[in-house]
């Protein structure tokens, strides 16, 4: 063999040697997910039972990769199609397809944060918690309606509800119904300290009657510094015997939430949630208040009032009175400013 031929076989083998090098340095760490979406992270979701092409199938349907022939050739190299693992990976703008296939493969999830508030009804709260989770929310809902479950938390299935203080917590998506359960069971347990416990003792309350009451508290006013004097109004005709004539227990009772004017036929609803029909607290909190508007309640304003009415100004507060007379002046004054503003109901 010729020297020059020598010299062209090195040289024809080095470019292919470098050429393959090349596009094996870009298969594996060129970004090829999420090149066209800015700074978006995509959350890939692998419920239990899937396999290599339903994820492949989930990824080309959301247009994450870029090249897919690249990633289903490094997939295989690295026997991912053998060790697909459910849960919820989330994929940041430009990941290459190694990093992106270590991770899967490994099934290193990422932790979902949940946020929940204002939510008014059990049902609500099935649906919306149950639905951020593998498990759905006819698991979640299977759980909260057993009388026996709930025992186990110290609720019945009315009261159940009282377990979820809204705040924003961390799981895992494919948390089972019962550890996400005994999580919030932590975390009530956390926030009911000693001193917690023995304010609601002082008050003559049980943990729940205090949430019970918090709920009122939290849909009668969202001004925080007002909380406590509103807290002090219902606990003073508590401890007299005096029915609350809450409005918003009314509204729940009646489950239009859209209602800004209750009329007499409406406050005349036959219901164990209706405060101007029955004495004392009703069975279950009409929301689910926030852990601040429930030290509101246990740190409650010691005062004389007995009544309150929404400012005639609309400015967001009450106005407070300690005898009814004075209460039927302010609530008068309400009722003109609603009928000038033409809210009938």
């Known amino acids: 063999m010729s020297r020059n031929v020598k010299i062209g076989l090195f040289l024809t083998v080095s470019i292919l040697l470098t050429t393959f090098t090349f596009y094996f340095w870009q298969i594996f760490r060129t970004p090829n997910l999420q090149t066209?979406?800015?700074?978006?992270?995509?959350?890939?979701?692998?419920?239990?039972?899937?396999?290599?092409?339903?994820?492949?199938?989930t990824l080309k349907t959301h247009k994450v990769l870029d090249d897919e022939v690249s990633f289903r050739f490094l997939a295989k190299l690295m026997k991912y199609p053998d060790?697909?693992?459910?849960?919820r990976y989330e994929i940041k703008p430009r990941t290459g397809n190694r990093d992106a296939l270590v991770k899967l493969r490994n099934g290193s999830q990422d932790a979902l944060p949940i946020t929940f508030n204002n939510i008014r009804l059990k049902s609500d709260l099935i649906e919306r918690l149950g639905s951020k989770f593998e498990f759905g929310p006819d698991a979640l809902g299977k759980r909260l309606n057993d009388p026996a479950v709930c025992e186990k938390y110290g609720f019945d299935t009315t009261t159940i509800v009282c377990l979820f203080l809204p705040n924003t917590y961390e799981f895992f998506w494919t948390i089972k119904p019962d550890a996400?359960?005994?999580?919030?069971?932590?975390?009530?347990?956390?926030?009911w300290t000693p001193e917690r416990q023995a304010k609601a003792k002082a008050l003559g309350l049980t943990q729940t009657q205090v949430q019970v009451l918090a709920s009122i508290v939290k849909a009668e006013t969202n001004k925080t510094d007002e909380q406590?004097?509103?807290?002090?109004?219902?606990?003073?005709?508590?401890?007299?015997g005096?029915?609350?004539?809450?409005?918003?227990?009314?509204?729940?009772?009646?489950?239009?939430?859209?209602?800004?004017?209750?009329?007499?036929?409406?406050?005349?609803?036959?219901?164990?949630?209706?405060?101007?029909?029955?004495?004392?607290?009703?069975?279950g909190p009409i929301n689910l208040p926030a852990p601040a508007t429930i030290d509101?309640?246990?740190?409650?304003e010691k005062h004389d009032?007995?009544?309150?009415?929404?400012?005639?100004?609309?400015?967001?507060?009450?106005?407070f009175s300690k005898t009814l007379s004075e209460h039927l002046a302010n609530a008068r004054l309400y009722q003109q400013a609603l009928t000038k503003m033409k809210i009938m109901k």
């Open 36 to 57: 066209n979406d800015g700074d978006k992270t995509f959350a890939l979701l692998i419920p239990s039972g899937s396999t290599f092409e339903s994820v492949m199938d």
């Open 228 to 240: 406590p004097r509103v807290a002090g109004v219902y606990l003073n005709r508590l401890k007299r």
């Open 305 to 319: 009032y007995l009544f309150f009415v929404v400012d005639a100004r609309f400015n967001g507060y009450h106005t």
């Open 242 to 283: 005096i029915k609350l004539e809450a409005d918003p227990t009314v509204i729940y009772a009646l489950r239009d939430f859209g209602i800004r004017r209750l009329l007499n036929k409406q406050l005349a609803v036959d219901s164990p949630y209706n405060t101007y029909r029955y004495t004392g607290l009703p069975p």
């Open 180 to 191: 996400f359960l005994e999580r919030m069971g932590s975390e009530y347990k956390k926030f």
């Open 296 to 300: 509101a309640v246990l740190n409650a």
């Open 83 to 87: 060790h697909v693992k459910v849960g």
